[in-house]
């Protein structure tokens, strides 16, 4: 398994570029399913969840074509025959996301069979919700051996109202509705940009949505979608955490192409904390790492709130703040995984239930660690850009779930990090939904 090694103390300075949005793309690439036409998408980033959709898609009998050398950011998907659809536990184990096929697979061949997620790192995940949507269209959803089986003539539309805010019941349940009998009235819907990106591109296949990206999304249902050409829009987590990297390490780094308006949550508190943000343009942010970072606590909320894939990120700056920083983790049960590994390399952070207490400023040092999950290992790189010495991260893997190339990218603007395959150590079974 893979291990990155990272000398702390370098500011990172210069541009730094910003790949397409994973959580877009994922439910984007799903929504291929709902028609027998090609769907091009671009901007794809080329990360290990991707690939995972992309042998599971394949594996239903999907034509999953990537862009060559020319447009390597490019994929083509065609469903004009799905043989087999099943979502196998072997893929879905790897990635809770392949739910995401749910909805559509029920809508486009009457039936599906999905492995169940089951839980991973950061917390149960849960699909119930996926579900009593699709129940209350009319599939018919029995749970066998660990898998979903659901079938359905033609799924119905229905007024569906959400018990709690989730972004992929939100898309699961948006793609079962466009192809849906009459309407579908959606209400306490996640509002994320992710869910705006992929109405946007089911409205280019013919789908009649309003309300993407706000609370109430209303659904015509229509006969049938083509396909479509569309470019994911930029990923605002991976450019959080280029913003922090910038910050945390005092630098002067511009984040391009990035979308400025999905961070304003993240923006604002780095401020509050005495970091210097400039919106250069729609697409670029220029950070400056403060004179005196001061300690500013943060509270994990749905879209527009402060986003839970940023907390752990923000924990590694709050340890090099001024002061008692609280951390609210609302959303997860179990999203505290990177605090220990922190404290290993120095920081002062205590943990009760959802609350975690950083006092800051921490002197870290240099440390071997283990990374345990997609963010709780950008927190740890973000903390080894700081820290004294050179730490040695385990289980990189997580991190290229979702994180395209981060060690070149980080290496470009001045980072001393460098990937260190371990060609010894048998390829482990890599499990983690996210
Ligand atoms: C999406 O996960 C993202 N993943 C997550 O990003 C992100 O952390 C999360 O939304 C919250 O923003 C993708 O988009 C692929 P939820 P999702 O359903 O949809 C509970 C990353 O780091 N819940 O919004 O799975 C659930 O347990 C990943 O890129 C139910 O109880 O999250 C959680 O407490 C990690 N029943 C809360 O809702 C359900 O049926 C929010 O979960 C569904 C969810």
Redesign the pocket.
Known sequence: MDKFVIRGGNPLRGTIRVSGA???A??CMAAAILTEDEVTLENIPQVR?IETERRLLASMGAEVRQGGADAPHTTTIRCQRLSDPVAKYEIVKT???S??VLGPLIARTGMARVAMPGG?A???????????GLEKMGAVITQQHGYLEARAERLKGAHLVF?????????DLLMAAVLAEDETLMENC?R?P?VVDLAALLTAMGAKIEGGGTSTIRVEGVGRLHGARHRIFPDR?EAGTFLIAGAITGGDLIVAGCNATHLSAVIAKLEEAGVRVDILGPDTVRVRGAERLRAADISTE??PGF???MQAQYMALATQAEGVSVVEEN???N?FMHVQELVRMGANIKVEGRTATVRGPAKLSAAAVMCS???ASASLVLAALVADGESILDRVYHMD??YERIEEKLAGVGAEIRRMGNIFAPKGEESE??
């Open positions: 994973k959580n877009s994922l439910p969840d990635m809770r996301a739910s995401l991973c950061i917390g149960g995940r849960p699909i119930d919700l996926h579900i009593k018990d709690k805010i989730t972004v992929t019941g939100t898309e996640a994320e992710e987590i749905e879209y986003p839970t894939d959303i997860f049960e999203r999950d997609l963010r779930r979702g939904a996210g």
